[in-house]
RNA sequence: GGAGGCUUAGCUCAGUUGGGAGAGCGCACCCUUCACAGGGGUGAUGUCGCAGGUUCGAGUCCUGUAGCCUCCACCA
């Protein structure tokens, strides 16, 4: 059945049809109930567009996990799905009907849902067919959206529990507002941004003295809403204008002097202008003096009737007409340039206006307090890797402020609440009232992450009590950026705890973010953005996911390097020809049952050693997802250990004409071959099918293979001798550089201990010398081609004849410095009584030893140098 | 104003309980029958940001400090 592979690997060809036969073979379904479950639920991308080089990392971290897992025995579960995304699509929705002229408002609620139910459609299937690309192995059957029926079920279930249970209310606070989308927004969907900006130092006389001061401002349109000026009570410069008016230059209103400790007296000019409406703190203040709260603002960043004449007009038009002519009755003191933050809106990225509106909120201290107090639960705990983002979820658990959840939007959850048309009353339920003619729905939705929070259970089917809701829940390990830790993972954590009374993960592999190869973040308007599909089609999907996951260690930030990606090429065109190599190799009727570990020679067992310590390292590294100490791990030892050694030095058993030989060889490469090929099916399971496919295999597919264990049956070893062999080996190729001489030419040797005895060689070893270094061994130096070599140092001498004596003695004299420098460092160390008396003996003894081999191999030099002064 | 990360070879980065500084790419020189020239071989290159401390011993632990970066935070 055996077949060769193609002499160049080419990966249009290897990943070509493979992952729909996976799909189609029901490889990727779960549902083993002989196995213990391991459930991975995929972060849902948004249906906005198209797949990011980021979702590419994100996705393979999660897929090399649940391969991992699926050949370590689990009836591994990785659970597809998509966010419907809420503002994010309905604003590209609306830049579609923008461009065919229309707007939302043309065609109304009912037909603009219509229209993003299309665009759904139409990127779901997109994102599905990059999934196939990326050979995410993902249960289809399983497949959910985020406004599928049963979400909505679940939704509205928890909106309405929450209502019920006092978590939920409704009520009028100052919000963050975008205006340009018309949308109230979280907390976390605003950005700060250090912008400069201008200080307004406005002149207010006082109505009952001629008395006058100046208060500073940055947003003087806002002086509509004002409804009083307030100073420290300790501020003496203000307190004979306490319980006094001034005038607002702003419509001629007096306000009314008040005092509140809240105002800074070294900040400003410690007079502070008070617009419960459109700011926070001066709400707060409002509040505590019983105030009146005005709202000078339209929706859409407008002014309103309170500003007069400036009605209508755009916040900022106001703002300069409204300095200019405060300045014309001489009422402008200065402007001044300055820095500050200010809070823009993640989505649309313009200037979020404080703003007062009557919103739906979560109360978030209880919910938060249960999720931090199961976190002293080790059964509860979720585990953050690494670990210092456990630290920056509590914390913001900790300082938490209630989650302000409805959007003035139409793609989205509708909130499950009416109004009645002539009473008012309000009514929250998962039905909608009977006698719904007297009622009016909520317009709003809720924030998208509200339903994502839901996203571990829910998907599974909660809450009904379904079959894979009691097996599959709670989650096994959610992967994920840092950049949506209180987004999304704080939410799913609490809404869990709530609902579920369990985490809904164990385990939360956070990684960073993909930079440009400046460094600098990927975005639109830089034009730095990496397609994934693209890097497919230029290297193949295996050498981006090798990439992806080998270059960076968790929670930390990557940049993307194409050198990287070829190099990761390269390891794969490696892998391709070694497995050539074995497979040109193996006979015909080659049975791995007839592998015998008896006559195995002394490389064979060397390689399988290594081998095995290999498997060993991978795995405990696989299980604390260190996948770049994993990647570098089989880097070295599929390239180095076993192609650039093990290869080479088969090709003496090969070649030779004893029958055993060729067959511990055989059967070695093969032991080796089909181990690599698992260990590093997870990351690049597209070549190693095609290549598992073309030679012997126990199962129709590598993906139905198990992980590799420990090899028993191989002989331990010390590798001690094959070390001597190789570092020998490399001296020789060295000798041959110094003195000229072709790697090709001939070369007789003897190897000598340190203290002088001429040391045994085996055949085999002999063969591989000759094989490795075109060298032979000698009883005796004769002839002009002769070497010694000095084992357990590195001296190698060549026959005079041969050498260029200028680079020999050079060569030394920096040797000799070596050895003088390291037994120097030895001598101190063993001097020390320090050392002597807590040191464990085995470090001792260690360099003890130490110590007397640089000893003796620098009195080899020093006597060689002799030699060649003479 | 808080919190965190980074600083190791020319570049990008590893370095898992403290015990002789690593990889990839790049660089120099050599090598084309025998899996692979997108390959093989040999080699050069580091005050591990700086200063203290703990320790017999610190790239690794502690304290301080500089530079770069990120997150959180309501200062008019």
Redesign the pocket.
């Known amino acids: 059945m055996q077949k060769n592979l193609e002499?160049?690997y080419n990966y249009h060809q290897v990943e070509e049809g493979k992952y729909d036969h996976w799909v189609k073979q029901g490889y990727f379904t779960a549902g083993d109930k002989s196995k213990e479950p391991f459930t991975i639920v995929i972060p849902p991308p948004n249906v906005t567009g198209i797949l990011h080089i980021g979702h590419a990392w994100d996705n393979a971290l999660q897929d090399i996990i649940s391969r991992y897992k699926k050949m370590r025995g689990y009836d591994m579960l990785y659970l597809p799905g998509m966010d419907h995304a809420g503002i994010a699509t309905q604003a590209k929705v609306d830049a579609r009907l923008k461009s065919e002229g229309i707007s939302r408002y043309d065609i109304g609620r009912e037909k603009f849902l219509e229209r993003a139910w299309e665009w759904k459609e139409e990127y779901a299937a997109t994102i599905r067919k990059q999934w196939a690309k990326l050979g995410n192995s993902l249960d289809y059957t399983r497949e959910r959206f985020t406004m599928d029926e049963g979400f909505n079920d679940a939704v509205k279930h928890v909106f309405v529990s929450l209502y019920n249970e006092g978590l939920i209310y409704r009520g009028w606070r100052i919000i963050n507002w975008d205006p340009e989308a018309r949308t109230a927004l979280s907390?976390?969907e605003v950005?700060?941004q250090n912008i400069p900006g201008k200080m307004y130092y406005f002149n207010y006389k006082v109505v009952e003295t001629e008395d006058s001061f100046t208060?500073?401002?940055?947003?003087p349109e806002t002086m509509f809403g004002d409804v009083c000026v307030?100073v420290n009570p300790k501020d003496e410069r203000f307190t004979h204008l306490i319980g006094k008016h001034a005038i607002n230059p702003a419509n001629h209103m007096p306000l009314p002097i008040i005092t509140d400790e809240?105002?800074?007296?070294?900040?400003?000019?410690?007079a502070?202008?008070c617009t419960p409406a459109h700011?926070?703190?001066d709400y707060q203040i409002a509040e505590r003096h019983g105030l009146e709260k005005p709202i000078c603002m339209n929706p859409d960043g407008t002014m309103n009737a309170l500003a007069g004449k400036y009605e209508g007009m755009d916040r900022y038009e106001c703002r300069d007409k409204l300095t200019s002519d405060i300045e014309a009755e001489g009422n402008l003191i200065k402007i001044e340039d300055i820095e500050?933050?200010?809070?823009h809106s993640e989505r649309t990225h313009c200037i979020v206006e404080p703003y007062l509106s009557e919103q739906w909120f979560v109360k978030m201290k209880p919910l938060a307090q249960d999720v931090l107090d199961h976190q002293k639960d080790p059964d509860q705990h979720i585990y953050f890797y690494p670990e210092?983002f456990e630290?920056?979820f509590e914390?913001?658990l900790e300082?938490i402020?209630d989650w302000c959840i409805s959007r003035q939007l139409w793609w989205g959850h509708r909130i499950p609440a009416w109004y009645h048309k002539e009473t008012g009353e309000v009514y929250v339920g998962e039905k909608e009232p009977e006698d719904i003619e007297n009622w009016t729905q909520d317009e709003d939705v809720l924030d998208t992450w509200f339903s994502s929070a839901l996203w571990p259970f829910a998907t599974l089917g909660w809450p009904e009590d379904t079959e894979d809701y009691e097996r599959y829940y709670p989650t096994s390990t959610m992967v994920t950026g840092?950049?949506i830790i209180?987004f999304w993972v704080a939410r799913m954590a609490f809404q869990a705890r709530h609902f579920t009374k369990q985490r809904p993960f164990k385990d939360v592999l956070i990684h960073g973010l993909i930079?440009d190869?400046k460094?600098q973040?990927m975005s639109k308007s830089l034009g730095n953005g990496i397609d994934p599909m693209q890097v497919i089609e230029d290297y193949g999907v295996d050498a981006l996911r090798f990439f992806l996951t080998t270059?960076?260690?968790p929670?930390?930030?990557?940049?993307y390097?194409p050198?990287?990606v070829?190099?990761s090429?390269?390891f794969i065109?490696?892998l391709w020809?070694?497995s050539?190599?074995v497979l040109?190799?193996l006979p015909d009727d080659f049975d791995p049952k007839s592998i015998s570990f008896e006559d195995l020679t002394e490389s064979d067992i060397w390689i399988l050693n290594k081998l095995n310590e290999t498997i060993a390292?991978v795995t405990?590294?696989m299980e604390?997802y260190?996948f770049?100490?994993v990647g570098?791990e089989l880097?070295?030892f599929i390239?180095?250990d076993f192609?650039?050694?093990y290869?080479?030095l088969s090709?003496a058993s090969l070649?030779s004409d004893d029958i055993k030989l060729q067959k511990s060889a055989q059967g070695t490469l093969y032991i080796c071959l089909l181990n690599i090929l698992k260990l590093l099916h997870p990351f690049v399971p597209f070549v190693t099918e095609e290549i598992y496919q073309t030679f012997c295999h126990d199962q129709e597919s590598l993906c139905l293979e198990s992980w590799p264990e420990v090899i028993n049956e191989v002989p331990q070893i010390d590798t001690l001798s094959m070390d001597r062999l190789i570092s020998v080996?490399?001296k020789i190729?060295?000798v041959k550089?110094v003195s000229h001489l072709?790697?090709?030419a001939p070369l007789d040797i003897m190897i000598k201990d340190l203290d002088g005895n001429a040391l045994p060689v085996d055949p085999a070893q002999a063969n591989m010398l000759q094989r490795m270094a075109k060298a032979t061994w000698l009883d005796k130096i004769e002839g002009d081609l002769a070497v010694e070599t000095v084992y357990a140092g590195t001296l190698l001498i060549p026959s005079e004849e041969l050498l260029d004596k200028e680079a020999e003695i050079a060569k030394l004299k920096?040797e000799e410095k070596r050895l003088n420098g390291?037994l120097a460092?030895?001598r101190g160390?063993l001097n020390?009584p320090?050392?002597l008396?807590?040191?464990?003996q085995a470090?001792i003894d260690?360099e003890k030893r130490?110590q007397s081999d640089?000893e003796k191999q620098l009195s080899a030099v020093i006597e060689r140098l002799k030699m060649l002064d003479k």
């Not at 208060?215 to 947003?219: G, I, K």
């Not at 500050?340 to 809070?343: F, G, L, T």
């Not at 929670?555 to 940049?559: C, F, H, I, S």
């Not at 008396?837 to 464990?840: M, Q, R």
């Open positions: 002499p160049k907390n976390i950005y700060h208060v500073a401002t940055t947003r307030v809240y105002v800074d007296v070294e900040f400003g000019t410690g502070m202008k700011d926070p703190n500050h933050e200010v809070a210092r630290r920056t914390q913001w300082n402020e840092y950049d209180f930079r190869a460094g973040k270059n960076s260690t929670g930390q930030d990557m940049r390097i050198e990287k070829e190099a090429w390269n065109n490696k020809n070694a050539r190599f040109l190799n390292h405990q590294n604390k260190e770049a100490l570098n880097y070295s390239w180095e192609c650039n050694w290869v080479e090709k070649n080996i490399k190729r060295e550089i072709k790697p090709s920096q390291e460092r030895s160390i020390n320090g050392f008396n807590k040191a464990p470090k260690e130490k640089y």
